[in-house]
């Protein structure tokens, strides 16, 4: 059964870092991971989409990179930003069950301090 | 591009009542997954529905229910709601290319809350 683990749960960090979000799964099977990010009360954004054959995604300040072998991937910020603060969740998708099913993670809370 | 639409965004219900939810995709997209979220079991997939059909469920009893229509749009329903079943539903839609998961992009949500 595929499990997803990010750590930490909660990240505090001053504007201008650069900071790592990290995301583990058990089962290497995968199709594509997917790192999304939810505002309080709000739903996900999509930010970044990696196919399982791919090392990395990069769109602006954010940098995914996914290393299967070894059930990881990472969510790289720079010069982190106030509107940066969110819920960041990962998810997975199965390479043998498909069809819209995605695996969460139970998120970081990350708040950037002006 | 119009996102993901869904209706309602609030609602109050009593124990032992059902309550219907209305998603519309992204236009093109066939594909329309429903998610629960809730503090305590975070993000929970529900089900999956391609052109009509019920391709993928999760693990929730039957009183959980869901159907496509031909415009791709979905609705589920929840029958005699518990209070357990208070929680923010979240509807996603898909670009599906040949079967496989593509990248999903999710809606508001629906927040359900069940006195």
């Known amino acids: 059964k595929q499990e997803v683990t990010q750590i930490p749960a909660a990240l505090s960090v001053p504007e201008g870092e650069n900071l790592v979000l990290n995301c583990s799964f058990t089962?290497?099977?995968?199709?594509?991971l997917q790192w999304f990010r939810q505002d309080p009360g709000k739903g996900l954004t999509s930010l970044l989409l990696?196919?399982?054959?791919?090392r990395e995604q990069t769109s602006g300040r954010l940098n995914a990179s996914l290393d299967k072998s070894s059930g990881r991937s990472t969510l790289y910020i720079a010069a982190s930003q106030p509107g940066d603060s969110a819920t960041y969740l990962c998810a997975v998708s199965s390479l043998y069950n498909q069809g819209g099913k995605l695996i969460f993670g139970q998120g970081t809370e990350l708040s950037v301090k002006p | 591009k119009a996102g993901v639409t869904q209706t309602p965004r609030y609602l109050i219900k009593t124990r032992g009542q059902q309550v219907t939810l209305s998603c519309s995709p992204i236009?093109?997209?066939?594909?329309v997954s429903w998610y629960q979220q809730t503090p305590g079991q975070g993000l929970q997939f529900l089900f999956e529905y391609f052109s009509e059909t019920q391709r993928n469920k999760g693990n929730f009893p039957g009183r959980f229910s869901g159907r496509q229509f031909s415009n791709s749009r979905s609705e589920m329903n929840v029958s005699t709601l518990e209070l357990g079943d208070s929680a923010l539903y979240l509807c996603?839609?898909?670009?599906?290319?040949?079967?496989?998961?593509?990248?999903?992009?999710f809606g508001e949500g629906s927040r359900l809350t069940v006195l």
């Open positions: 089962d290497s099977a995968i199709y594509n």
């Open positions: 236009s093109g997209h066939r594909s």
């Open positions: 990696i196919q399982s054959s791919q």
């Open positions: 996603a839609s898909s670009p599906l290319l040949a079967g496989n998961t593509g990248e999903l992009f």
